[in-house]
């Protein structure tokens, strides 16, 4: 498997530092607000690449934080009327309802800061002892950034470039601008815990290094989170992880793409900023995951409702395959017949085609594009009578119907039976356009009845006043079906 790695900018063979395991840190949310569509794709790359890793065999020990004290949550307090705890507690409630609804599993260990207070304090002492660290006269501790070699490898950036663009705030005591706080004093009516060099609490960046280090321990395999992370977040937790432990911190480090909103940068200014709950109030949430997963995990996405719509429709193309698939196979007549040597081969080089996809550095676009070459075998043979009523047949759907479910469960994809999926969307979508089903279906008897009736040019008005409104029917065997066109 190759993966990229930001560290050295190219992409490496994956080699896990223990056989058969692999420890891997993704850095959570801070707990202030509702999750964003950016939140949505960093946690779904990050579950996929769990999820293959499984696949794989190997043994994977997933942490994944909670940033629970924090200047954002502390204003986010003030402004409902609530303590910094509380407010934390409710957006971590919100982020797993969303994560739920994306099929995100959870990760094995999901530390909060607050609750690993003394393990930063201890880490804290080591940089004092090592003069990597330094105490001002307000009672704030900082990192000095100058004194790590190599400081900006991860992020290639020059050290004298950042401190020409860095400034110190007027309520800050620090030697140099680059220097970062790994302590805070405490200030009036925020949240604060005792330590040697009085209350207050730790900076954002030190979490990571003393839980990582506490579940994972150090070195371990891979750390994930996005690219607005890679500075200053994760270029500072590098430095003050290597400055305490005087080792490699990580192996391979994974960073996904930015999400933009109609092209933009999302911000709440420019009004732009699309939270996953905003979204699921009108797409279920496997479109969500599956546009998600169209574009290579590091290319930049472009989020747009008419995007999301396309997802939908394409992700209906692979349920509508798995629905008459299901319902082919639940058939109890079989016949012997010919071997579909070209159709197994077809299915065979699909299945491998997939493989080399996911194993280049997890690329889920090129594997979704094989998904639907899958799709389309299918449906071919499903149009085949032959095929349909052949043993041989039989048991290359069941093979194609296994793939499609073992795929899915790497993707997060594909795990709801076929039909009742369609089903439910169809009633999403009527919700979304204010469409009463109910409606719909009396129309479609009243068509059903002039049809049997011979009354033709009523059901070709009908069915065309259906048409305008986006509703296609169709005549099956069973009777009239209808769906979104």
């Not at 964003?36 to 794709?41: E, L, M, P, T, V």
């Not at 409902?80 to 969303?98: R, T, W």
């Not at 940089?127 to 190599?150: E, P």
């Not at 469409?435 to 009908?462: G, V």
């Amino acid at each position: 498997m190759l993966i990229y790695n930001t560290l050295h900018r190219q992409k490496e063979e994956f080699v896990a530092l223990q056989p058969g395991l692999v420890r891997m840190y993704v850095c959570g949310i801070t707990a202030y607000d509702y999750c964003h569509i950016g939140h949505a794709r960093s946690n779904v790359v990050f579950d996929v690449l769990v999820r293959y890793l499984r696949y794989l065999g190997y043994k994977v020990e997933f942490v994944r934080n909670f940033t629970d004290v924090d200047d954002k949550i502390i204003n986010r307090a003030a402004q409902e009327g609530l303590s910094a705890m509380e407010v934390a507690e409710k957006y971590i409630q919100a982020f797993y309802e969303d994560m739920d609804a994306l099929n995100v599993l959870r990760a094995d260990n999901e530390p909060r800061a607050t609750d690993h207070i003394e393990d930063m304090i201890k880490l804290i002492r080591i940089y004092l002892d090592k003069d990597y660290a330094y105490l001002t006269s307000n009672g704030d501790i900082y990192f000095r950034v100058r004194k790590m070699a190599g400081y900006g490898s991860l992020s290639g950036r020059n050290i004298e470039e950042l401190k020409s663009g860095a400034r110190i705030a007027p309520d800050e005591d620090k030697e140099d601008p680059l220097d970062f706080a790994l302590w805070k004093s405490a200030k009036p009516g925020e949240p604060s815990w005792d330590s040697p060099w009085g209350p207050g609490r730790p900076g954002w960046h030190l979490e990571c290094t003393a839980m990582s280090e506490k579940y994972l321990g150090i070195p371990f395999d891979i750390h994930g989170g996005g690219q607005d992370l890679t500075f200053p977040h994760h270029e500072n937790e590098k430095a003050q992880s290597e400055a305490a432990f005087e080792r490699e911190f990580v192996k391979y480090w994974v960073h996904n793409g930015f999400v933009r909103v109609n092209s933009e940068k999302m911000s709440k200014s420019l009004s732009n900023f699309v939270t996953i709950k905003d979204i699921l109030a009108s797409f279920h949430g496997e479109i969500l995951r599956f546009f998600l997963l169209t574009k290579h995990y590091r290319s930049p996405l472009d989020y747009t409702e008419n995007a999301l719509a396309e997802a939908e429709k394409a992700l209906k193309r692979i349920y509508w395959t798995k629905a008459a698939l299901e319902k082919e196979l639940s058939r109890q007549k079989w016949s012997k017949g010919q071997d579909f040597v070209e159709a197994k081969e077809e299915f065979d080089a699909l299945s491998d085609k997939w493989e080399q996809a996911m194993q280049d550095d997890l690329n889920t676009a090129e594997a979704l594009g094989y998904v639907f070459g899958l799709v389309r075998l299918a449906n071919r043979m499903l149009e085949n009578k032959t095929f349909r009523k052949s043993e041989p047949g039989r048991l290359l759907m069941l093979d194609m119907l296994d793939l499609l479910k073992k795929w899915g469960l790497v993707l997060g994809l594909f795990h709801h039976s076929g039909q009742s999926f369609l089903d439910n969307l169809k009633i999403m979508r009527c919700r979304r356009e204010k469409i009463d089903p109910k409606t719909i279906d009396e129309m479609i008897q009243k068509r059903q009845k002039a049809r049997q009736n011979k009354d033709f040019a009523l059901a070709d008005q009908i069915r065309n006043e259906l048409a305008d409104s986006g509703i296609e029917v169709m005549d099956t065997p069973e009777g009239p079906r209808w769906d979104f066109a």
